[in-house]
């Protein structure tokens, strides 16, 4: 296993401190991977597709894991379906990747990190580093909810709120990497959070009888979800495990969609948007770190993007609950993703489409 540069091809060890490369490239990482997948494996979370994640010590990961994955499927309508992520122990998807990248953590004899997240990535993190015995200081911007800030401290990590943007946070969050020379457990830099949110793909395609749906719905700021789906997808072409890749949406919050500005202008790179303010503060990034990465893979796979605006955030919230289901704010953009889409594209609502309930409601009320 190896981070390659995705600049200047350089490689670096696993166990580095480096969060990226000394000419500033993000890491990809690299591994030798199976031809097939092991549906033998009878573990019920998401290590059941450990034969497609990177090889980490089966001990470290019995210790870290909180049988994370599986998440149920709930009928939304006709043709639409949710992934209920917030059966996770955080409650929300983060766990995936949280799950993977704190058992290298672990497995590499890390003591100490540190993170920063609009909320559910730090809430995460912290949850795992104390089931591994890991400290972690975790940063948030000063406008995430009380409810999230709250999760964090009990499970014993230093919480550092910062004024300012959610890219200031980030800033804030390396000088203290640096200058305290700690692992960086960042769901946007470590390559390793990108192989547990591939998880997501691997779970529909067992639960939709070894194939995909028609659309697969994804949120996207920094791009967690989007990324590893986008991975996953790519590695079932590659073993020809699917013959082609589902229609993929990304959908961004109209207040924020440097994603959607720069596919819609056909730039080669996402460029930072001045203004960045919506209620789906999971997707609130005015500048994407892996954007170029994120528009490379939707290009590549012929995928779309849909904004929506904060009332019809607010409206597909309402229609959710009232559907039973009380979802974090920022999910609720998933749905209101899907009406848009559908609203465009008539014919989209005849096909089998899933979009992903990545956290909880409780989460986010003030
Ligand atoms: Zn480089």
């Not at 060890?13 to 690299?30: A, H, K, M, N, W």
């Not at 596919?263 to 789906?280: F, P, Q, R």
């Amino acid at each position: 296993m190896k981070y390659v540069c995705n600049i200047c091809s350089a490689e670096y060890p696993v166990d580095t401190l480096r969060y990226r490369c000394q000419c500033g490239g993000l890491f990809s990482l690299e591994y030798e991977k199976k031809e097939d997948m092991d549906f033998s494996v009878s573990a019920r979370s998401l290590w059941r597709f450990s034969s497609m994640l990177p090889p980490l010590s089966k001990d470290v990961i019995d210790k870290v894991t909180m049988q994370e994955g599986g998440t149920p499927l709930i009928s939304l309508g006709e043709n639409l379906e949710g992934k209920a992520e917030y059966f996770m122990p955080t409650l929300s998807f983060k766990d995936r990747g949280a799950a993977v990248l704190v058992s290298l953590m672990s497995q590499i004899g890390i003591s100490h990190c540190a993170v920063d997240s609009s909320g559910n990535a730090g809430t995460s993190v912290a949850a795992y580093c104390a089931r591994a015995g890991i400290g972690c200081d975790v940063f948030v911007p000063s406008r995430t909810s009380d409810k999230k800030i709250c999760q964090i401290k009990a499970h014993g990590a230093c919480v550092h709120e910062v004024e300012g943007s959610r890219e200031f946070t980030t800033q804030k969050t390396i000088e203290f990497v640096e200058s305290n020379q700690v692992f960086y457990a960042s769901h946007i830099f470590n390559p390793f959070f990108y192989e547990g949110t591939k998880t997501y793909i691997y779970e529909l395609y067992e639960s939709y009888g070894k194939s995909l749906p028609d659309i697969i719905i994804l949120p996207v700021g920094n791009g967690t979800l989007f990324l590893g789906a986008s991975i996953a997808l790519e590695e079932m072409l590659h073993r020809d495990m699917i013959d082609s890749i589902p229609l993929i949406v990304a959908v961004q919050a109209e207040n924020c969609a440097p994603v959607a500005h720069a596919h819609l202008h056909d730039l080669t790179h996402v460029e930072k948007i001045e203004t960045c303010d919506t209620a789906a503060e999971g997707i609130a990034s005015a500048l994407p770190l892996r954007g170029d990465q994120i528009l490379a893979h939707l290009r590549k796979n012929g995928g779309i993007v849909v904004t929506v605006s904060e009332q019809q955030i607010v409206e597909a919230h309402k229609a959710l609950a009232m559907m039973g289901l009380f979802v974090e704010i920022t999910s609720a953009a998933n749905y209101a993703g899907y009406l848009k889409l559908i609203s465009l594209r008539e014919e989209y609502g005849n096909r089998k489409a899933v979009i992903p309930l990545c956290g909880a409601g409780l989460k986010s009320v003030h």
